[in-house]
């Protein structure tokens, strides 16, 4: 019983985080990852000025789509799902700072500076307003495009084109940002994470010397492309590497290895565990089979049918069995209390999960039962009585 119960338990922890896992691979992320060629590049101590810093991209970028393989290509500060989310205050003019809006989005957001075509190559939606130009560079009024998520929370009913934010706090001298354009929510933490208010931001006017870049592709392979992209690099300057060139599919993959490692150990242990319970369940049930050959062929000797031997041999088995389900069960529910921050998209009971577990300790105790039932209904009475 004991050994049933605690693999019921494991098998239960297991087939909830298979089930989260498989829910986590499919949850919307806000962006098509699918045929992007990803790769990143840092520009050395001699790129040490923001213009510099925008022309090397700009020429890198242009020289990119040249490429017969790819059909967009953009350069972002982030990597949505893949790169490590850092969330800063933001301020909105004409209100005072507050930890959270309406709905209790928070006021701090994640910032990317992005390329033109980012938004378009990533496939995120525009929902009001513009994208990006080649006329938001430096010198001109600076931009933003912020995702849906801080609408709702700060300018909810509102028209968010034509407001005013700021990064971090206000600063005497430092414009506004006006916002010209809303996207559709982006899951940059992860598939796990909800999406959180984003700020986006010209890489022309918030230039950085770190860079990630997405090709979209025209191949079924992205990473053919690769050589192609490093051709690109090496004639704007050959003194820059290319670093960790992957499809997204990679990256993605690369992220969910942890929960994967998990879901594999658990369900390995659980797999031993419900062969000993298999085990101690048949071995149990044998014994007290011996032990009753005499009360068994008495039974068959006042006239009990074969069928009446093996449902009392089933009976004893499904009442062991049962009982370490129920505690396995209820010991479930504070397992998953520890496993709560893995569990993705199930909120407290999985029940197609806790179905299969009873089919399956089911099916396991039939098996453990099914040759000791066969051996007392093959009992001969007259034998078993002489034996007495």
Same mark, same amino acid.
């Given at each position: 019983?004991?050994?049933?119960?605690?693999?019921?338990?494991?098998?239960?922890?297991?087939?909830?985080?298979?089930?989260?896992?498989?829910?986590?691979?499919?949850?919307?992320?806000?962006?098509?990852?699918?045929?992007?060629?990803?790769?990143?590049?840092?520009?050395?101590?001699?790129?040490?000025?923001?213009?510099?810093?925008?022309?090397?991209?700009?020429?890198?970028?242009?020289?990119?789509?040249?490429?017969?393989?790819?059909?967009?290509?953009?350069?972002?500060?982030?990597?949505?799902?893949?790169?490590?989310? %850092?969330?800063?205050? #933001?301020?909105?003019?004409?209100?005072?700072?507050?930890? #959270?809006?309406?709905?209790? !989005?928070?006021? #701090?957001?994640?910032?990317?500076?992005?390329?033109?075509?980012?938004?378009? @190559?990533?496939?995120?939606?525009?929902?009001?307003?513009?994208?990006?130009?080649?006329?938001?560079?430096?010198?001109?009024?600076?931009?933003?495009?912020?995702?849906?998520?801080?609408?709702?929370?700060?300018?909810?009913?509102?028209?968010?084109?034509?407001?005013?934010?700021?990064?971090?706090?206000?600063?005497?001298? @430092?414009?506004?940002?006006?916002?010209?354009? @809303?996207?559709?929510?982006?899951?940059?933490?992860?598939?796990?994470?909800?999406?959180?208010?984003?700020?986006?931001?010209?890489?022309?006017?918030?230039?950085?010397?770190?860079?990630?870049?997405? %090709?979209?592709?025209?191949?079924? +392979?992205?990473?053919?492309?690769?050589?192609?992209?490093?051709?690109?690099?090496?004639?704007?300057?050959?003194?820059?590497?290319?670093?960790?060139?992957?499809?997204?599919?990679? %990256?993605?993959?690369?992220?969910?290895?942890?929960?994967?490692?998990?879901?594999?150990?658990?369900?390995?242990?659980?797999? %031993?565990?419900?062969?000993?319970?298999?085990?101690?369940?048949?071995? !149990?049930?044998?014994?007290?089979?011996?032990?009753?050959?005499?009360?068994?062929?008495?039974?068959?000797?006042?006239?009990?049918?074969?069928?009446? @031997?093996?449902?009392?041999?089933?009976?004893?088995?499904?009442?062991?069995?049962?009982?370490?389900?129920?505690?396995?069960?209820?010991?479930?529910?504070?397992?998953?209390?520890?496993?709560?921050?893995?569990?993705?998209?199930?909120?407290?009971? +999985?029940?197609?999960?806790?179905?299969?577990?009873?089919?399956?300790?089911?099916?396991?105790?039939?098996?453990?039962?099914?040759?000791?039932?066969?051996?007392?209904?093959?009992? +001969?009475?007259?034998?078993?009585?002489?034996?007495?």
């Amino acid at each position: 019983m004991v050994e049933t119960a605690l693999s019921v338990t494991l098998l239960l922890s297991a087939g909830m985080l298979i089930h989260s896992f498989l829910r986590l691979q499919h949850a919307p992320l806000g962006f098509k990852p699918n045929g992007i060629l990803t790769a990143r590049t840092n520009l050395p101590p001699s790129y040490s000025t923001g213009t510099a810093q925008s022309e090397f991209y700009e020429g890198l970028l242009e020289r990119v789509r040249s490429i017969a393989a790819v059909k967009a290509v953009a350069a972002t500060t982030m990597l949505p799902a893949s790169d490590r989310v %850092l969330h800063d205050p #933001f301020s909105i003019e004409g209100r005072p700072w507050q930890p #959270f809006g309406a709905a209790r !989005v928070p006021q #701090f957001a994640n910032h990317q500076a992005v390329s033109t075509d980012y938004f378009r @190559v990533m496939g995120i939606p525009v929902r009001q307003g513009r994208v990006f130009s080649t006329e938001d560079k430096d010198g001109s009024q600076p931009v933003a495009i912020v995702n849906e998520m801080l609408v709702r929370g700060f300018w909810l009913g509102e028209n968010p084109i034509g407001k005013h934010l700021m990064l971090g706090a206000p600063q005497p001298g @430092v414009p506004w940002l006006t916002v010209v354009g @809303v996207v559709a929510d982006v899951r940059s933490g992860g598939a796990a994470l909800v999406a959180l208010p984003e700020i986006y931001t010209p890489m022309t006017q918030t230039p950085s010397a770190a860079m990630a870049l997405v %090709l979209g592709t025209k191949i079924t +392979d992205p990473a053919r492309a690769a050589n192609d992209l490093r051709d690109a690099i090496r004639a704007v300057d050959r003194g820059i590497p290319l670093e960790r060139v992957a499809t997204y599919e990679e %990256l993605l993959t690369t992220q969910f290895a942890p929960r994967r490692y998990q879901m594999f150990l658990l369900a390995a242990f659980a797999g %031993l565990a419900l062969l000993l319970a298999a085990v101690g369940l048949y071995g !149990v049930v044998s014994y007290v089979v011996t032990q009753r050959q005499g009360e068994i062929g008495l039974r068959m000797a006042f006239g009990a049918s074969l069928q009446d @031997v093996t449902a009392m041999v089933l009976k004893q088995t499904f009442q062991l069995a049962g009982s370490g389900l129920g505690i396995g069960m209820a010991m479930s529910l504070l397992t998953r209390q520890i496993l709560a921050n893995e569990i993705f998209g199930i909120h407290f009971i +999985d029940v197609p999960v806790y179905v299969g577990v009873m089919a399956l300790v089911a099916t396991v105790a039939l098996g453990a039962a099914a040759f000791p039932a066969r051996h007392a209904a093959s009992i +001969d009475p007259m034998q078993a009585l002489r034996t007495e």
